[in-house]
């Protein structure tokens, strides 16, 4: 988590409690102790009115962020995207929309925030799934930054083929995710389904980023077939 992302969460946390704990504050945030009392320090010194000490707790008082306006339907658009994420994505990335829905409700208007409790759209996670057996969220992060990915792959026919591939983007079409990538053995862009690949290993080589080998290339290309096939 960014430093400045854990300061927002410690205001938030302070402003659900009344009293509570560095030792507390630590270990939702997955931090040390001293990280805490550096952030509380900071935090203070920028004008935010906690009160409260060391081995004691702390408090908020009087301490508000402007509110954020949304109408009805933008809060459920937001709550419904966030309740897919959570059915359908990897563990971690559920947990951060949890979060992001959480600052959401917290800076709403108030007598706003009932509406995203109160949202009647709902995308359970017991329906069909296809299992994933590979790290997700290593894979997106993958995406993020730009390392290779090596793994074993069986295609629709169950031929194994080992695939070494620059991976640039991740679609979800409802079950089946697809991680799109520029194949370094077909030399060209590929899609590949995360329910086939095995034995994934995130290389520690990173890729340089070529405009022909980026999504923005893969979409265009995805859209001029489209359009010569009407």
Request: with cysteine; proline share 5%; hydrophobic share 40%.
């Amino acid at each position: 988590m960014r430093r400045a992302d854990r300061l927002f969460q410690i205001i938030q946390i302070l402003r659900r409690n009344r009293v509570v704990t560095a030792h507390r504050l630590s270990e939702e945030l997955e931090v040390s102790e001293r990280t805490i009392y550096r952030d509380i320090r900071d935090l203070m010194g920028s004008g935010v009115p906690i009160e409260g000490e060391a081995g004691v707790g702390y408090l908020l008082r009087g301490y508000d962020l402007p509110p954020l306006m949304f109408t009805r339907d933008e809060v459920e658009a937001l709550v419904f995207g966030t309740r897919v994420v959570q059915s359908w994505a990897d563990p971690e990335l559920a947990r951060a929309a949890k979060r992001a829905l959480e600052k959401v409700e917290a800076v709403l208007p108030a007598g706003k925030d009932h509406l995203v409790r109160e949202t009647p759209l709902f995308a359970p996670g017991d329906g069909y799934r296809v299992a994933v057996s590979i790290d997700l969220s290593g894979l997106r992060g993958a995406v993020r930054d730009s390392h290779k990915v090596t793994f074993s792959y069986c295609d629709a026919q169950g031929t194994l083929t080992e695939r070494t591939v620059q991976p640039l983007g991740m679609a979800f079409y409802g079950p089946v995710w697809l991680l799109v990538a520029w194949c370094e053995l077909r030399q060209d862009f590929r899609t590949f389904r995360p329910d086939r690949m095995r034995d994934m290993r995130i290389l520690g080589t990173t890729f340089t980023k070529d405009p022909e080998r980026s999504l923005k290339s893969f979409l265009a290309a995805v859209r001029s077939a489209t359009e010569d096939h009407e």
